[in-house]
């Protein structure tokens, strides 16, 4: 990307080979500025310098813009490629930003279609359930439904604390009620499907060296105004372990601006280094809950966290065993993710005593298409 003095608008270029550079300079396209007298670069599109700085972009970083600008011949502007530097990154910490990921589009193409969803939602109040990742609460809740248990192949609704009354009513309007929507919507849901299969996914999974990554779950989380409840610090794999360990990756992305004001993502990095010290597995055939946790959960130091906020379009990949949190959504504002769990399947082995499973209906389906 570059800033065009003149204008004062920055610019996605692309390289152009001699025999189309007539082609696309003499190309019209509203807002660009097509100036340029290199023999292999030619302006594509731009954007205002109140835009760019706006969302977060830098201009001293090449292709930084991965939005959906016009390109030549009507295609989009290619995202830039995941360096070697990032991975390094991702592998030190334990996580990675990828800003603007995603286009404006394609996150309200999702919101849209969440929205249908949620408008046809019919959850009979027996099946009602609270969601928490407090311990106590989730053994009490989730673990003791089959509701939560069985939902891996399925599209299910869960709702956040004290919206409820005891016969499972709603006190409050439904599409304000949701905490979360799970755990397949990348395989029954067009729109989503969509997403997690996306070319710049699977690109992304390969430049990260996934040989045969399949897709375990997928979670729509509303993080509601006011009540959004907090996710206390925990680890991917408590949930989902594998033998052996860090083969779980989690794409986490931002279908609106999280912030620390509606509960963005806290990390501590580098705590993908020391295992797990709690997991979360079916209890035994005549148990009074549906799951139990073996070990515990360390404290931990909430100065070791540091806050991730990300802009819309953004995109978080998650360590399955880097520590992690949000904290309860106080503002007035909504915070809405779609966020998926990938598995590397060669030379691992999904444990039976996970809660969640795949199914004759729904095998763990690749994510390469």
């Known amino acids: 990307m570059l800033y065009h003095q003149k204008s004062k608008q920055y610019c996605a270029v692309l390289n152009v080979p001699a025999r189309n550079r007539k082609l696309v300079m003499g190309t019209k396209i509203p807002g660009a500025v097509q100036e340029s007298n290199s023999p292999v670069l030619a302006f594509i599109t731009c954007w205002d310098k109140d835009h760019v700085e706006r969302r977060g972009v830098s201009p001293a970083e090449p292709g930084s813009h991965r ?220 148990a009074s809950t549906c799951v139990e946790f073996v070990g515990s959960e360390p404290a931990y130091d909430d100065k070791q966290f540091i806050p991730l906020p990300i802009s819309k379009g953004g995109l978080i990949l998650i360590h399955g065993e880097v520590v992690h949190k949000s904290e309860l959504n106080s503002s007035e504002s909504s915070r809405h993710v779609f966020t998926f769990h990938v598995m590397e399947a060669k030379g691992t082995t999904w444990s039976k005593e996970n809660w969640l499973q795949p199914t004759p209906e729904l095998p763990f389906p690749s994510l390469y298409t």
């Open 67 to 286: 939005g959906g600008g016009v390109g030549v011949w009507g295609a989009s502007v290619p995202m830039a490629s995941v360096t070697q530097h990032q991975i390094q990154k991702f592998h030190k910490d334990g996580f990675l930003v990828l800003e603007q990921f995603f286009s404006a589009e394609e996150c309200d193409s999702m919101r849209s279609q969440i929205q249908r969803i949620v408008a046809e939602m019919e959850v009979p109040p027996h099946c009602r359930t609270a969601f928490s990742t407090r311990e106590e609460e989730q053994l009490q809740v989730q673990g003791s439904s089959d509701y939560f248990l069985t939902s891996g192949d399925k599209i299910r609704f869960f709702f956040e604390k004290g919206v409820l009354d005891e016969e499972g009513n709603f006190l409050i309007p439904k599409e304000k009620s949701v905490s979360k929507i799970g755990h397949a919507l990348h395989a029954y849901d067009p729109v989503f499907k969509e997403i997690t299969h996306s070319p710049k996914v699977q690109e992304l999974g390969r430049k990260l060296g996934l040989e045969r990554p399949v897709v375990v779950q997928s979670m729509y989380i509303f993080k509601q105004p006011g009540i959004g409840g907090e996710v206390t610090p925990h680890q991917d794999a408590t949930f989902l372990h594998t033998e052996p360990l860090g083969r779980i990756l989690g794409f986490w992305i931002a279908l609106e601006d999280a912030t620390q004001e509606n509960g963005c993502l806290w990390f501590i990095p580098g705590s993908h280094t020391n295992g797990i010290t709690r997991r979360m597995v079916r209890a035994a055939s005549g």
